[in-house]
């Protein structure tokens, strides 16, 4: 860490005088299996670290005797309307949001049973265990289409997926996919019999760290495991880093970090209900995704200016958190007297490794007023599914369909550089085609992911596409990138 983010980066202890209004929870799945053999699993350690995580947002958030404890939130029993956690379909994500709210909501024993008409009293099975539902992001569903844009929609805009592209193509790429040859064929007896020659190379960083990072912590008898020296380790993982930023996030080119933009744009949305009607809006609002959405939006808030750390893949459980307090009394308090904390935590928060403040944008307090954050939030927003995303993304099929509606295409004003939509559509109709194929290419070339998996999740006629996209943001859920 550098030495303005060990001064910044303070455990945050709340004051007397603070009342948290809400929080905003995004968080990574916890240890899984190698993405090389599917399907990936959680693994029992990753969800002891989830369920470990969820316990301290516990004490943080939920104990009574926390000092830090949201205003009003239930805390023996979930109350389901101060909640709402989403995670996208994949087996890893949904899995890491369930064990972590059983870190945060446990078993309540006698509390969580209930007075019959008969008179006799039934406990909840398994003392007590609380059901929380963890929501997919429903395609279709109007209420969830913010969310489903941005959850499964990661995937979804071709300009991102071109913008990820072109990193292939950048000098920076084609520099260590040349001078980093020698490195990876030099470590083939390691990984040969998943990665061969030909495809042990830097185009796969990503891949190839995953497999052998995940070797080191399950497998004892790896193959040729005195190659693997603490700075062989360290090199791989050092270029997975700087493989993942690339297509992650690159100032020049925004769209390429949409996934950041469509996450900023929720949580301004979800913390905005805690201040305009706090008695009907969600307290707590939890997401599970891939380390690529931190990435993206690491690099849209500046953080890497903070710590060159922020560009690199956040490890298993981290989690990122947007608390949102006022340090007045009054119960509706007014825009001004409301602040923004972000907090992460680089792995499972815990007792010694809480989630510590950053200041975000650039800014020199870990606390933003509210109107502050919202403004340097909007600059990089992009509401998923809406018409700016639509244009923004050069999509103008499934969900973005209502937006170019058919004949208005010659006559609109609506126009993309100077393109007519119908142009535009066509082109971006071909960009989307050509990148679902190039893509295709990638991921087979890339530790022999498979599509079919996807393809059963492209739910709704937006998905389609959206396959093809997370897979080039790096970290895709879907496509078992996580
Ligand atoms: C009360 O109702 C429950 C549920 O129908 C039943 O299992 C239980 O045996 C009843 N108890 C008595 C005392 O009738
Ligand atoms: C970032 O974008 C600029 C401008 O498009 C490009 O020149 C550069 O190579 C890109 N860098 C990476 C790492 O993709
Ligand atoms: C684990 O070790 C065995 C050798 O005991 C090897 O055959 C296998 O490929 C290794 N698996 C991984 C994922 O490294
Ligand atoms: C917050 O919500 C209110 C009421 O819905 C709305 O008028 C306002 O524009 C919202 N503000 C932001 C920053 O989204
Ligand atoms: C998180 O930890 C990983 C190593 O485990 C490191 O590479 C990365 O820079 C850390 N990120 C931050 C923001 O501290
Ligand atoms: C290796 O790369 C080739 C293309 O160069 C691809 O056809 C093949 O599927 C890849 N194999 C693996 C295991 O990634």
């Not at 009342?19 to 299996?33: K, Q």
């Not at 893949?313 to 007297?337: G, K, N, R």
């Not at 085609?433 to 022999?448: F, K, R, T």
Request: hydrophobic content about 35%; aromatic content about 10%.
């Amino acid at each position: 860490m550098h030495a303005k983010a060990l001064l910044l980066a303070s455990i945050p202890a709340a004051t007397a005088a603070e009342t948290i209004l809400g929080a905003y929870i995004f968080s990574r799945h916890g240890d899984r299996t190698t993405k090389a053999y599917v399907p990936t699993k959680l693994t029992a350690l990753g969800a002891e670290q989830v369920y470990l995580s969820g316990s301290w947002y516990r004490s943080r958030y939920i104990d009574e005797k926390s000092s830090t404890r949201i205003n009003g939130i239930s805390s023996d029993l979930a109350d389901l309307t101060e909640l709402s956690v989403t995670a996208p379909v994949d087996n890893v994500l949904q899995g890491s949001a369930g064990n972590f709210l059983q870190g945060l909501y446990p078993p309540a024993g006698s509390v969580n049973s209930q007075k019959l008409a008969n008179g006799t009293t039934i406990e909840a099975p398994l003392s007590g265990y609380q059901y929380i539902p963890v929501n997919t992001a429903a395609a279709g569903s109007t209420t969830q289409a913010e969310s489903s844009a941005w959850l499964q929609g990661n995937s979804g805009c071709p300009a991102a997926v071109n913008s990820s592209q072109a990193y292939f193509q950048s000098k920076e790429y084609l520099e260590l996919l040349a001078s980093t040859n020698e490195f990876y064929q030099k470590l083939l007896p390691v990984y040969e019999s998943t990665f061969p020659s030909e495809n042990a190379t830097f185009k796969n960083a990503y891949s190839i760290f995953d497999y052998v990072h995940v070797s080191t912590i399950h497998n004892a008898s790896i193959p040729s495991s005195n190659l693997l020296t603490p700075s062989t380790l360290q090199t791989l993982s050092d270029l997975a880093n700087i493989h993942e930023f690339g297509l992650a996030y690159n100032a020049s080119s925004p769209i390429r970090a949409v996934v950041g933009s469509v996450l900023a744009s929720h949580i301004v949305s979800t913390l905005n209900s805690s201040i305009s009607s706090p008695s009907s809006s969600q307290k707590l609002n939890i997401q599970f995704g891939p380390y690529g959405t931190f990435t993206s939006f690491f690099g849209l808030s500046q953080l890497p200016a903070v710590s060159q750390d922020f560009t690199a893949i956040v490890d298993y459980a981290s989690s990122m958190t947007f608390e949102l307090f006022t340090t007045s009394s009054s119960s509706s308090p007014s825009e001004d007297e409301v602040f923004v904390r972000f907090l992460f935590a680089n792995g499972t928060a815990s007792e010694s490794n809480p989630a510590k403040a950053y200041p975000l944008f650039g800014q020199d307090k870990t606390e933003l007023p509210w109107t502050t954050f919202v403004s340097e939030m909007n600059k990089i927003a992009l509401e998923g599914g809406s018409k700016e995303w639509c244009d923004a993304c050069g999509e103008t099929t499934g969900q973005c369909a209502a937006y170019f509606p058919e004949g208005s295409a010659s006559v609109s004003e609506d126009k993309k550089g100077g393109m007519s939509n119908a142009v535009a559509g066509v082109i971006g109709a071909m960009v989307t085609l050509g990148v679902v194929l190039g893509l295709q290419a990638l991921i087979l070339g890339v530790g022999g992911l498979r599509l079919t998996k996807r393809r059963k999740q492209s739910t709704s006629e937006v998905m389609e596409v959206p396959a093809a996209k997370g897979t080039s943001v790096s970290d895709t859920s879907s496509i078992q990138k996580v």
